[in-house]
């Protein structure tokens, strides 16, 4: 069987609801992305960080969880340290889209079996909600974030274009904008449920 990981990589998040301490709120959305990855089936999970993050990354861990603390949350670095660590494919997800179905980072995960590479776009806003890719990862693959990264330029960047598979948009919670994305009739993301009063 393929050992694969999907990695909740603590990107900054700029913002917070008004009144509410900006570090327990980017704490709660990465709480909730990291149980959403924890409870997939047949995939490991693991938290990508820069050092400055390591204690939030220890804080919302779950026992045995690898944390992978990096220089700088670039793909290539995570997937490196990923592949280091014997897993053959990874997706990494943006720790700042709680309600992100686990379902989504299924189909980001399925295009692998044909594909080096898969993208899941950031809805309404520049960036990726996800990537994932088989390990090691090929040559041609550029540098990039989820923050900077484009799917057309990975498109461009390959051997071919269709060595890029895709999945389905998903919106991060990067403004005050985002905040209506949040369905309560959605199951999931409870601890940012939470913080929010319900």
Aim: hydrophobic share 50%; proline share 10%.
């Amino acid at each position: 069987m393929t050992r694969r990981v999907a990695v909740a990589v603590l990107v900054p998040v700029e913002w917070a609801p008004p009144g509410m301490e900006p570090g327990k709120w980017r704490a709660a959305l990465a709480e909730d992305v990291v149980d959403l990855l924890r409870g997939l089936a047949q995939v490991d999970a693991a938290i990508a960080v820069t050092g400055a993050d390591r204690a939030l990354a220890d804080g919302i861990r779950w026992p045995g969880m690898p944390v992978y603390e990096v220089a700088r949350l670039d793909a290539a670095g995570i997937f490196a340290a990923a592949a280091a660590d014997g897993y053959e494919q990874a997706a990494l997800v943006a720790g700042d889209a709680p309600n992100l179905p686990g379902l989504t980072v299924g189909k980001l995960l399925r295009p692998l079996t044909t594909r080096p590479l898969a993208v899941a776009r950031a809805d309404a806003g520049p960036g990726l909600v996800g990537v994932a890719a088989n390990l090691p990862v090929p040559p041609w693959l550029p540098d990039f974030d989820l923050d900077s990264g484009d799917p057309g330029a990975l498109r461009r960047a390959a051997e071919r274009s269709e060595h890029v598979g895709s999945a389905p948009e998903w919106r991060r919670l990067r403004t005050p904008d985002d905040l209506h994305a949040l369905d309560p009739a959605v199951e999931g993301w409870d601890v940012t449920r939470a913080l929010l009063g319900g």
